[in-house]
């Protein structure tokens, strides 16, 4: 047989998909150990991340359906849309060990390192690597409210996805707020991959909005709060350290004018605050040094007034109008490239980008 050197092997190996790589794997014994080395994990994760010639968009287009878009650089679409299989399989109608009010409903919270992570309406979540079919669902925690908590006011959950590099641990939280009371949120939850196990959290943070997921830059997850107008020692944004396992606020610039909404999202790995103005468009900002209030600069303005909702991701930025997905995939001269990707039902958008990755973190295959 000809010998190719290790190394080679190595460079060669790192250039190809996923997919591929799952076939080689049962070539012979030193492929498998080579592609299920942690080390070769991360370089091809980060190859991928870096030199890929594609971007794929996971998005929701009503209640528990989900497709995949995968777009060249240039935003254009490679091939058609293709549906995804259920995440929690046949079960959602069937399980009646679950209990939930109103129409069932499955939503994406975010993709890290090539895993998604989704939560349903029975609150169960599941960690899905898309590339290898490999998941895992998270053990179930039964909702305990405070005994302090009215139980006759309405809450609502938020959840966040991330990666904890420096104790190599994937993590999801989940806060639960009232839709009735102003003030802070009323519980906090840990959920740790490393240890398999959930924590609560005794001290509170400022409630966060019930209409988005956590934004992961730079170790931490981000939310916006419910404040649009705030003083030099408050912020509208929270962030929660996945290392420290702390809360804490994040500095953001004072914006001129009245503000109607805002969206968090990141922008070539910084932070990103999309706000729009009742009457006057929006602006997009982003923080390119983490943490310093005066690194917050202006890179898109938008004078569309009919435009509610602009998020950037990754690259690029999405723009739910009504019931469509649009991708824009150029700032350049303060001009996008507007690509539509799909329709759907109203109010069910979500999206993400998503990088394929050979990332185990001890699924089981579907």
């Known amino acids: 047989m000809f010998y190719i050197p290790e190394v ?19 070539v012979k014994k030193s492929w498998r150990d080579l592609i299920d080395n942690p080390d070769f994990i991360k370089m091809h994760m980060e190859r991928s991340m870096k030199m890929g010639s594609s971007v794929e968009v996971i998005h929701r287009c009503n209640l528990n359906k989900f ?29 009646k060990s679950v209990v939930y009010t109103g129409d069932y409903e499955i939503h994406l919270v975010g993709s890290c390192n090539g895993v998604v992570c989704f939560v349903d309406s029975a609150h169960r979540i599941i960690l899905w690597n898309l590339a290898t079919r490999k998941y895992f669902e998270l053990q179930h925690l039964d909702i305990e409210l405070p005994r302090f908590m009215d139980l006759d006011l309405t809450y609502y959950f938020n959840y966040g996805f991330g990666y904890d590099g420096a104790t190599d641990d994937y ?18 939850e840990l959920y740790s991959l490393k240890s398999k196990s959930w924590k609560r959290f005794e001290d509170l943070v400022s ?42 606020l994040v500095p953001c610039l004072h ?14 790995g910084c932070l990103s605050l999309f706000c729009h103005y009742h009457e006057a468009g929006g602006e997009l900002w982003v923080m390119k040094d983490y943490g310093i209030k005066e690194s917050w600069t202006k890179v898109y303005t ?10 950037a991701i990754d ?17 350049q001269e303060n001009c996008l490239k507007k690509i539509k990707i799909c329709c759907a039902t109203k109010g069910c958008l979500e999206a993400c980008v998503h990088y394929e990755s050979l990332v185990g973190i001890d699924l089981k295959g579907l």
């Open 67 to 95: 497709y995949s878009m995968h777009l060249d650089l240039s935003g254009n679409p490679i091939r058609d849309p293709e549906e995804l299989p259920h995440p929690f399989g046949y079960r959602y109608d069937l399980d």
């Open 8 to 26: 080679l092997m190595n460079d060669v190996l790192l250039k190809l998909p996923v997919k591929s790589l799952l076939r080689f794997r049962s």
């Open 302 to 311: 938008n004078n569309r007034t009919s435009v509610r909702y602009m998020r």
């Open 171 to 188: 993590k999801v939280i989940r806060l639960i707020n009232s839709y009735n009371n102003k003030s802070d949120c009323f519980l906090v």
């Open 207 to 248: 409630r966060t909005r019930s209409d988005h997921y956590g934004i992961l830059v730079g170790g931490a997850l981000h939310w916006l709060t419910y404040e649009t107008k705030w003083d030099d020692d408050e912020s509208p944004i929270v962030a929660f350290d996945l290392t420290k396992e702390e809360f804490n």
């Open 315 to 331: 690259h690029s930025i999405l723009e739910v109008n009504k019931t469509r997905l649009l991708w824009y995939n150029s700032l």
């Open 255 to 268: 914006l001129p004018g009245k503000i109607a909404s805002m969206n968090l999202g990141t922008f070539h």
